[in-house]
T-cell receptor, first 110, second 115 residues
Framework: GQQVMQIPQYQHVQEGEDFTTYCNSSTTLSNIQWYKQRPGGHPVFLIQLVKSGEVKKQKRLTFQFGEAKKNSSLHITATQTTDVGTYFCAGRDSSYKLIFGSGTRLLVRP | DAGVIQSPRHEVTEMGQEVTLRCKPISGHDYLFWYRQTMMRGLELLIYFNNNVPIDDSGMPEDRFSAKMPNASFSTLKIQPSEPRDSAVYFC?????????????FGPGTRLTVL
């Protein structure tokens, strides 16, 4: 079945440094969604990418969808302590289920 | 809107006991999902419903797990009998349309501990 892998598993950065998490699928994705889960919280939707090569920005967050629609990335510029949490990508399979990646846990040192 | 509501928020039970988790989706959302989250296995989809009808239960671990959606505003996930390996956070989520096309709104989760 479809698998969605994320790297790195953990990332510990100094406040102000940049952060990137990568998402790779074993199959071509129809679209991809990104979610953020704060410690002790629940996943919260951030964004959806649909088109090949699409790039979207939300303030300090930049999301990219690969040209082949098999990979995606989330880049945070100048991290802040409020960015702490686990970031999940989720790809849609042929049956319209979302397959969640393993997540990247971001820790920010103040 | 209050968002997705789950109860209880925490449940501690002993092995062999029956556990029932409850979910109220956002009004007007046609899709409801049950997920399980553990450190080892991450976020797993257990089952999802469309208009109260179970569509895909391939993620349900075994016959000890069952889920129902008697109406558009209520769903339950039942584990009988419970086992220590069922300890996890169980999330309910709802969506206004097809998964992967529309965003999913997650509830706060139920943290289940089976002793």
């Amino acid at each position: 079945g479809q698998q969605v892998m994320q790297i790195p598993q953990y990332q510990h950065v100094q406040e102000g440094e940049d952060f990137t998490t990568y998402c790779n699928s074993s199959t071509t994705l129809s679209n991809i969604q990104w979610y953020k889960q704060r410690p002790g919280g629940h996943p919260v939707f951030l964004i959806q990418l649909v088109k090949s090569g699409e790039v979207k920005k939300q303030k300090r967050l930049t999301f990219q969808f690969g040209e082949a629609k098999k990979n995606s990335s989330l880049h945070i510029t100048a991290t802040q302590t409020t960015d702490v949490g686990t970031y999940f990508c989720a790809g849609r399979d042929s049956s319209y289920k979302l397959i969640f990646g393993s997540g990247t846990r971001l820790l920010v040192r103040p | 809107d209050a968002g997705v509501i789950q109860s209880p928020r925490h449940e501690v039970t002993e092995m062999g006991q029956e556990v029932t988790l409850r979910c109220k989706p956002i009004s007007g959302h046609d899709y409801l999902f049950w997920y399980r989250q553990t450190m080892m296995r991450g976020l797993e989809l257990l089952i999802y419903f469309n208009n109260n009808v179970p569509i895909d239960d391939s993620g349900m671990p075994e016959d000890r797990f069952s889920a129902k959606m008697p109406n558009a505003s209520f769903s339950t996930l039942k584990i009988q009998p419970s086992e220590p390996r069922d300890s996890a956070v169980y999330f309910c989520a709802s969506s206004p349309g097809l998964a992967g096309v529309n965003e999913q709104f997650f509830g706060p989760g139920t943290r289940l501990t089976v002793l």
